[in-house]
């Protein structure tokens, strides 16, 4: 069974950062893409950013420059650092993974992240 865990989130003033990680397992394919995804109060999910197994990243406009994504490939695992955060970065963050070529699709629990002005 695939898991995905994630830790990181919390509460910070307004300027601070903050370091999400997933860990995911129990996949018999590869992780491909894995990314992160927020869902802010009253509002779609929508992606955060994204980042292939060869390490090409997808980056949200509102959100380029100030957030990174990485990943180890050996231990399935995706950080997004976050840093000069806003009022408006206020949501709870999903983890995503997908295998088998993009077949399944995986989600974490999420974490809630809430910025203070």
């Known amino acids: 069974q695939v898991q995905l865990v994630e830790s990181g989130g919390g509460l910070v003033q307004a300027g601070g950062s903050l370091r999400l990680s997933c860990a995911a397992s129990?996949?018999?394919?590869?992780?491909?893409?894995m990314g992160w995804y927020r869902q802010g109060p009253g509002k779609q999910r929508d992606l955060v950013a994204t980042?292939?197994?060869?390490?090409?990243?997808n980056v949200a406009d509102s959100v380029r420059g100030r957030f990174t994504i990485s990943r180890d490939n050996a231990k399935n695992t995706v950080v997004l650092q976050m840093n000069s955060l806003k009022p408006e970065d206020t949501a709870v963050y999903y983890c995503?993974?997908?295998?088998?070529?993009?077949?399944?699709?995986?989600w974490g629990q999420g974490t809630q992240v809430t910025v203070s002005s």
């Open positions: 980042i292939s197994s060869g390490g090409n990243t």
């Open positions: 129990g996949s018999i394919f590869r992780f491909n893409a």
């Open positions: 995503n993974a997908q295998a088998g070529g993009g077949r399944y699709s995986y």
